[in-house]
T-cell receptor, first 113, second 113 residues
């Protein structure tokens, strides 16, 4: 079983829809949770990161972490065709000398105009 | 501020050869990590360097090695290339001031014939 599980999709929704992307994990030592967006032929771009449990909002994006359930989510409001990309969740324990991200498989998202 | 720069962007090699990939981190970042991305395995951590020392290592064979220079630039080397080494190799850098998330370059696409 992988440490981080993410539904690979593909996920296709109409423009303007609310998108929900999710990951589950098994390692209770994870403290830092990231969402990256990756366009074709590009590297992952950091969207948001959160520490421990809670919510964080940045424009149309909201990240949620529930450590008790080992479950994280990314919500995209008013989705745009430019949001079409692969979304990767990533996490790590943090602390000194712990720059070692564990990634989910990525969810391929398409927003249809 | 310039992002993470990786060179070359594309590389074609044959089995048995060796290859060296280069990464220039964001200015001021002293931690550099390397990841391998394949369709089957996703993004997997290779190793991390900080102040010219390898601080973390993933589960890859000894054919994969790296180093970091005093200006924080890093190189990774793969010897005796195998067909399965075909992948996108990504470099990420982060600041060491408290916890800071990693920022990725656009990678080097390595194809083994």
């Amino acid at each position: 079983q992988k440490e981080v599980e993410q539904d690979p999709g593909p996920l296709s929704v109409p423009e303007g829809a609310i998108v929900s992307l999710n990951c589950t994990y098994s390692n209770s030592a994870f403290q830092y949770f990231m969402w990256y967006r990756q366009y074709s032929r590009k590297g992952p771009e950091l969207l948001m990161y959160t520490y421990s449990s809670g919510n964080k909002e940045d424009g149309r994006f909201t990240a949620q972490v529930d450590k008790s359930s080992k479950y994280i989510s990314l919500f995209i409001r008013d989705s745009q065709p430019s949001d079409s990309a692969t979304y990767l969740c990533a996490m790590e324990p943090g602390g000194q000398g712990a720059q070692k991200l564990v990634f989910g498989q990525g969810t391929r998202l398409t927003i249809n105009p | 501020k310039a992002g993470v720069t990786q060179t070359p962007r594309y590389l074609i090699k044959t089995r048995g050869q060796q290859v060296t990939l280069s990464c220039s981190p964001i200015s001021g970042h002293r931690s550099v990590s390397w990841y391998q991305q394949t369709p089957g395995q996703g993004l997997q951590f290779l190793f991390e360097y900080f102040s010219e020392t390898q601080r973390n290592k993933g589960n890859f064979p000894g054919r994969f090695s790296g180093r970091q220079f005093s200006n924080s630039r890093s190189e990774m080397n793969v010897s005796t290339l195998e067909l399965g080494d075909s992948a996108l190799y990504l470099c990420a850098s982060s600041s060491d001031r408290g916890y800071q998330p990693q920022h990725f370059g656009d990678g080097t696409r390595l194809s083994i014939l």
